[in-house]
């Protein structure tokens, strides 16, 4: 499936909040600490602090994911069920590659899907912790992804030396 990336507006708050919302209650280990009401405040905030990018589906339109990123940690990504498993998260980690030279995130432990996906996406583990310091109070794993270094090209004389118009090597 394509997907359509932009910047989310006000008026996505509703349906990415019940993204995340439906996120939460698809597992049974996640607590659920805020209504859906507080979803979608949350996801207004993320936006009016101008984080949030969302992937809609060209043919609708209408959002199928979202990634809210602040510089070069992503505090949410999320993608419809419906929608999963068609490239849309690698989509939207794209494009927040694109724009940053290492990202950092984290995950729950139990969430084993999210974690092999951020491995498959370049993403190393970092560490572990207990998720004390989370608001869940559930044990997370710290990634982090980061651009390739280019090394610098390297000339063997005479292998890599120019050659002329005729094939042989130029002083």
């Known amino acids: 499936m394509n997907a359509v990336l932009r910047p989310a507006r006000d008026t996505d708050a509703g349906k990415l909040g019940d993204m995340m919302t ?3 209650l698809e597992f049974p280990w996640k607590p659920r600490l805020r209504s859906g009401a507080e979803d979608i405040a949350f ?3 993320m936006i009016d602090r101008g984080w ?4 809609e589906d060209p043919e609708t339109p209408c959002p199928i994911g979202f990634i809210a990123r602040d510089g070069s940690e992503v505090n949410a990504l ?3 069920a419906a929608a999963r498993n068609v490239g849309i998260g690698r989509t939207l980690l794209d494009s ?3 724009l940053c030279d290492s990202l ?3 995950t729950f432990q139990a969430n084993t899907d ?3 996906f951020y491995r498959r996406e370049g993403f190393v583990e970092l560490r ?3 998720g004390q310091d989370t608001e869940e109070r559930l044990p997370t794993v710290v990634f982090r992804w980061q651009q390739p270094r280019m090394r610098p090209a390297t000339r063997t004389p005479g292998r890599d030396a120019p050659l002329d118009a005729t094939g042989k090597v130029t002083p």
């Open 128 to 130: 572990r912790s207990d």
């Open 104 to 106: 950092t995130l984290w």
């Open 114 to 116: 999210a974690q092999r």
């Open 78 to 80: 999320f993608v419809s």
């Open 96 to 98: 927040a590659k694109a």
């Open 43 to 45: 996801v207004g905030q």
């Open 52 to 55: 949030v990018t969302v992937a």
């Open 22 to 24: 439906a996120a939460v």
